[in-house]
């Protein structure tokens, strides 16, 4: 059972996934670069995250790898750079991740072919014992409307816990 959602809260995928923790009323967090740095400016004070020393987004990945059960990446099948250096730091820390095929993830399967992804999606996570999970992936600019896929798909996740 999910009981805390964590990311860096960059655009996209990441403040997707706080917002719909916050929306569901369950405990957020996660690491930010210092200055919360984010593409868009300064990051929320919205968000409940802690800084870390370096202004690079590789030591927050990092970070919320770490401190993750497990984490799910929201990525095309070709993916960003983001999302291969968090897969990488999931491995390298011999971390669980999910990875979910954004492609595959349109709001039309929602009533249709959806509910086996978010099947697996919730199996992976029972299955796994994911209490703290770390939502990572493209960000807003790379992947247009990856914020309202990744912030429904949580959702559902989150009303089937």
């Known amino acids: 059972m999910i009981k805390k959602i964590i990311s860096g809260a960059q655009t996209g ?6 917002d719909a923790a916050i929306d569901a009323r369950i405990d957020h967090g996660g690491w930010c670069p210092a200055g919360r740095k984010a593409v868009d400016g300064v990051i929320s004070d919205r968000y409940q995250l802690q800084e870390t020393e370096s202004s690079d987004y590789v030591q927050r990945t990092e970070c919320n790898v770490k401190e993750a059960d497990g984490t799910i990446i929201f990525s095309k099948r070709d993916l960003t750079r983001g999302a291969s250096l968090t897969r990488a730091l999931c491995i390298k820390h011999s971390k669980l991740y999910l ?8 709001k039309e399967y929602f009533g249709h072919v959806e509910p086996i992804t978010l099947d697996l999606a919730n199996n992976w996570l029972d ?3 994911i209490e703290v999970l ?4 493209s960000r807003e600019s790379k992947s247009p409307g990856i914020y309202a896929l990744v912030y429904d798909f949580v959702g559902l996740l989150l009303l089937l816990e």
């Open 127 to 129: 299955t796994n014992n």
């Open 99 to 106: 990875l979910l095929d954004t492609d595959l993830l349109t």
């Open 13 to 18: 995928a990441d403040r997707a996934g706080l």
């Open 134 to 137: 770390n939502v990572a992936g």
